[in-house]
């Protein structure tokens, strides 16, 4: 069915891109991406002060590279200010995904304050900025809020099976860690080229050449929002089961 094939689609979504990264691999995904036509969606660090991803190696001219990714149409992310986790969510978090968090847990004004300087990057480099998803999926209510008052009301989290709108902001579902296609449904991505091997690459090269026509843009994806209640009810179970399953397999 036409309707089905329309909301069928995955949105390639890379986290952690900073001056320092695996630029190796990058640089072999941008081809990848230059040959299948494919516009991803990067969530860059504006000023990246994590020790993990620091220890890779860094690029001159990084904004340049950003520059020229977002005049091809990539969409460029605010993947949260410096990647510096010192809140623990203790599964109280968002989204229920646990673990350690940039944003939660911190005063409205301090996550004001964190997106406002990065922002203030952004907008220095001349990198034009319209959505979000938070180091580690950690957000609490004050992050929505914090991300409305300085005009960004899309995130690129959360779960569902097709993008919704939730509290005056557009989501779209990011559900699996690995690159996954369902037959139905638009979700994003998840990428660490950092802790990728060349096999990693090798198997998402054969990923995209198999699955290239079902590779969705950025505003395909927005386009296909839908908050009716069939959509709800299975973003509903979507959620509870990603939930109950994450809980029996201690991910
Ligand atoms: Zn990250």
Redesign the pocket.
Known sequence: MNFFKKDTGLLIRF??IAENMNWDLMDKCEKLFSDYNIKPVV?V?PNNK?KD?LSFPYRKNFWDKVRSWQSKNWVIAI??YN?LYDNVTNKKDFFKHGGNSEFFGHSLEKQVTKLKKSIEIFNKNRIKVRCFFA??HTYDKNTFQALKSVGINEVIDGYGLIPYEYANIKFIPQLFYKPMLLPFGIQSTQI?LNTWSMKDFKNFENFIIKNSKKIINYEYALSRLNNNIFYKILNYLTKNLLIIKRIYSKS
Do not use: A, R, S
Request: hydrophobic share 15%; no cysteine.
């Open positions: 986290d952690d969530g660090i994590d991803l993947h949260g990647h180091p580690n660490h």
